[in-house]
């Protein structure tokens, strides 16, 4: 065996033996393997003398998988000339790897280190090509846009299962995303429809004017967030308020019957005035604190849930207690961001798909195999 290892010595990274070394090789096996028929070796139905002569080969050569594999082949393809003793075969050797040999079955072959015989080829797993090897493991095996693709058909089929931006924050609450990442996770992903965005701040505009004092209509008029005519409408108010006090103390200084007519007519006049601005303020605010919900239902969601009861303290779902019993509260203008949702879980699972795809370990194996990456998963 010494001799036989110094003749392929200088087969280094995978390159193919000299020819005189491949017939040395060949006849290292047939001298180990002449016992049985050329059927049994050729067709190569027993798994267990398939496996017996690669191993040889992969265990008394210093070979690479490449090598190792062209070797094995290159013995069974030309048995019967072997046999026969037919000599044309050393000028014109069978090298082929077998027939109908996929590129998934070959990059799988070539990470367990078998002939591809040993593989057969059963179900798909989430759209990945599946093979179950000689001793019963089944493996799923795809190239990065299989990956991608399973990734998902993961989220479909388990974590968004169901879903779509047509999705209300109940049905995201009973997904399997939430009860894999927890009720927070699919608090980062709610918003509020158009049509019930435009209702909610109409509704919360009119609220906050109604539930409003006099004094409280006006005072905003003065802020910065106003415009030159709010601020004047405000100046005008005060003016108005200036006059009726000036009447009023003028009514108090005076017994003259006529004179406080007169003065009372004004006031009334003045506080007319007055209710057309209060009603000029009602418009204004009502229009600003509807462009302030709808900015915050858009862009500060969170914190407007939070402010309303709806979010917790952590930023999960509030609780109502209802005959007794603690459940979530579940608006029905809140929904779930499904677009969204799906972006982050394909980031998320790219980390680490192994965990949703292969089912005995849990992990992700790469292969090199013809200048690409194949993905492999143990799935049993």
């Known amino acids: 065996m010494l001799k036989l290892r110094t003749l392929i010595e200088e087969n ?3 390159i193919e033996p000299l020819k005189g070394a491949e017939y040395k090789v060949i006849m290292f096996l047939e001298n180990k393997f002449g016992d ?3 059927n049994d070796i050729h067709n190569q139905t027993n798994d267990v003398l398939v496996s017996h002569i690669f191993e040889t080969i992969m265990e008394s050569l210093p070979v690479s998988y490449d090598v190792g594999i062209n070797l ?13 003793g037919d000599d044309s075969w050393k000028s014109d050797p069978k090298r082929g790897i077998g027939e109908n040999v996929f590129k998934y079955e070959a990059a799988l072959a070539k990470y367990l280190e078998k002939p591809y015989s040993l593989l057969k080829k059963i179900r798909t797993n989430y759209g990945l090509e599946s093979f179950e090897d000689n001793n019963g493991y089944v493996w799923s095996i795809g190239d990065w846009e299989d990956r991608e693709r399973a990734i998902n058909i993961v989220i479909d089929e388990h974590y968004m299962y169901g879903l779509d931006n047509n999705s209300n924050v109940e049905d995201g609450y009973r997904s399997e995303a939430r009860h894999h990442f927890g009720e927070r996770y699919i608090c980062e992903f709610l918003y509020v429809p158009k049509e019930w965005k435009k209702e909610l701040a109409i509704e919360g505009a009119r609220f906050s004017v109604n539930n409003m004092s006099d004094d409280e209509l006006i005072d905003p008029l ?21 006059q009726i006090d000036i ?11 006529d004179e406080i007519e007169m003065y009372s007519e004004k006031i009334e006049r003045l506080d007319g005035d007055i ?9 204004i605010i009502e229009e600003e604190e509807y462009k302030e919900i709808h900015q915050r239902l858009t862009d500060d969601l969170e914190e407007w849930l939070s402010d309303y009861g709806y979010l917790d303290g952590s930023g999960e779902l509030a609780y109502r207690e209802v005959k007794g019993v603690d459940r979530p509260i579940f608006p029905e203008w809140l929904y779930i961001d499904a677009n969204k949702m799906r972006d982050d879980l394909v ?21 090199e195999y013809n200048g690409e990456t194949y993905y492999i998963y143990q799935v049993d």
């Open 247 to 257: 009447l009023n103390e003028k009514i108090d200084n005076t017994t003259n019957d």
């Open 12 to 14: 280094k990274e995978g």
């Open 275 to 283: 209710e057309n601005i209060y009603d000029s303020a009602r418009e």
């Open 36 to 38: 049985f028929t050329i």
């Open 347 to 367: 980031s998320l699972l790219s980390d680490n798909i192994g965990r949703d795809i292969a089912l005995y370990d849990g992990e992700e194996h790469e292969v």
């Open 72 to 84: 094995y082949y290159l013995y069974i393809n030309n048995i019967e000339s072997i046999r026969g």
């Open 222 to 242: 003065d802020s910065n967030t106003y415009n030159k005519e709010t601020k004047e409408l405000s100046n005008r108010y005060h003016d108005l308020v200036n």
